[in-house]
């Protein structure tokens, strides 16, 4: 996108000021959310090479959509059930999907998984009994938000929507999530939220490392089976970013004992 398309886009989006100026979350949803969005900022630069400067235009939109997603998981850790549930918050998210006319089925259907992972997450949280399938379901589930994060973005940018590429991008979106709950492993906790590596352990104990180390490597060896499904140019182009994501991102995916210690001291 060039500059002049930036500029035109740029005073389409700030004359859209109603729903913006009403206060619907607060300042730790967006405190999370800048946090989440230097990892996703480099996945969609990998998909579609988004410059920094069309992702900053999008960013009040999109850190108000995450924001509000994060708000219902501090009301799911206070086991509140009111009118701060993720339906009331679904239907501002909705609000301002129709406000800037991105309405895409694809987005849709997110918001639909994100729902049903925060059933499902709740479930879990507050079960002495799980299943590995529920986990397993609950973490790629999880993504969702990244997911319909995407959808906005590209649909707010007018950029073709790649199915091949979005079907190699699913694997990431996963380990980015567990990416991030490794970040707030003792947040989740302490607040009663899900996290994908605290249900392994209510699943497996002290071997959880080993067990989650097992799925990672599925991921992984998933987003390497697609990626052999793309021509030898974007194999070169994809791998290439992959290799720097995986440095960057997630150095300490490479071995259980890595993720051991990554919940003992931190990301």
């Given at each position: 996108?060039?500059?002049?398309?930036?500029?035109?886009?740029?005073?389409?989006?700030k004359?859209?000021?109603?729903?913006?100026?009403?206060?619907?979350?607060?300042?730790?949803?967006?405190?999370?959310?800048?946090?989440?969005?230097?990892s996703?900022?480099?996945?969609?630069?990998?998909?579609?090479?988004?410059?920094?400067?069309?992702?900053?235009?999008?960013?009040?939109?999109?850190?108000?959509?995450?924001?509000?997603?994060?708000?219902?998981?501090?009301?799911?850790?206070?086991?509140?059930?009111?009118?701060?549930?993720?339906?009331?918050?679904?239907?501002?998210?909705?609000?301002?999907?129709?406000?800037f006319?991105?309405?895409?089925?694809?987005?849709?259907?997110?918001?639909?998984?994100?729902?049903?992972?925060?059933?499902?997450?709740?479930?879990?949280?507050?079960?002495?009994t799980?299943?590995?399938q529920?986990?397993?379901?609950?973490?790629?589930?999880?993504?969702?938000?990244?997911?319909?994060?995407?959808?906005?973005?590209?649909?707010?940018?007018?950029?073709?929507?790649?199915?091949?590429?979005?079907?190699?991008?699913?694997?990431?979106?996963i380990?980015?999530?567990?990416?991030?709950?490794?970040r707030?492993?003792?947040?989740?906790?302490?607040?009663?939220n899900?996290?994908?590596?605290?249900?392994?352990?209510k699943?497996?104990?002290?071997?959880?490392?080993?067990?989650?180390?097992?799925?990672?490597?599925?991921?992984?060896n998933?987003?390497?089976?697609?990626?052999?499904?793309?021509?030898?140019?974007?194999?070169?182009?994809?791998?290439?970013?992959?290799?720097?994501?995986?440095?960057?991102?997630?150095?300490?995916?490479?071995?259980?004992?890595?993720?051991?210690?990554?919940?003992?001291?931190?990301?």
């Amino acid at each position: 996108m060039n500059l002049q398309d930036l500029e035109i886009l740029y005073e389409r989006l700030k004359s859209k000021q109603p729903s913006s100026q009403t206060r619907y979350i607060s300042y730790h949803s967006l405190y999370k959310t800048a946090f989440m969005f230097k990892s996703i900022f480099k996945q969609y630069n990998m998909i579609d090479d988004v410059s920094l400067d069309e992702f900053l235009l999008c960013y009040p939109v999109l850190a108000l959509i995450e924001s509000l997603i994060h708000e219902v998981n501090i009301d799911l850790g206070s086991n509140q059930q009111n009118n701060l549930s993720w339906d009331a918050r679904k239907k501002i998210i909705q609000s301002f999907l129709k406000e800037f006319n991105v309405e895409h089925p694809t987005i849709l259907n997110a918001m639909e998984n994100l729902g049903e992972f925060f059933h499902l997450g709740s479930q879990l949280v507050n079960s002495e009994t799980i299943t590995h399938q529920e986990v397993i379901r609950a973490s790629e589930l999880q993504s969702s938000d990244i997911n319909m994060l995407y959808f906005t973005l590209i649909s707010i940018l007018g950029k073709p929507y790649k199915t091949e590429v979005f079907e190699l991008m699913s694997p990431i979106n996963i380990l980015l999530e567990v990416h991030d709950d490794f970040r707030s492993y003792q947040e989740d906790r302490a607040a009663s939220n899900y996290n994908t590596y605290w249900m392994f352990q209510k699943l497996y104990g002290e071997e959880a490392h080993h067990y989650l180390k097992a799925e990672i490597d599925r991921y992984s060896n998933l987003f390497e089976a697609t990626l052999k499904g793309l021509s030898q140019q974007e194999q070169e182009v994809y791998s290439a970013k992959w290799s720097r994501l995986w440095q960057d991102v997630f150095p300490y995916f490479s071995s259980a004992e890595l993720l051991r210690q990554t919940v003992l001291e931190g990301v």
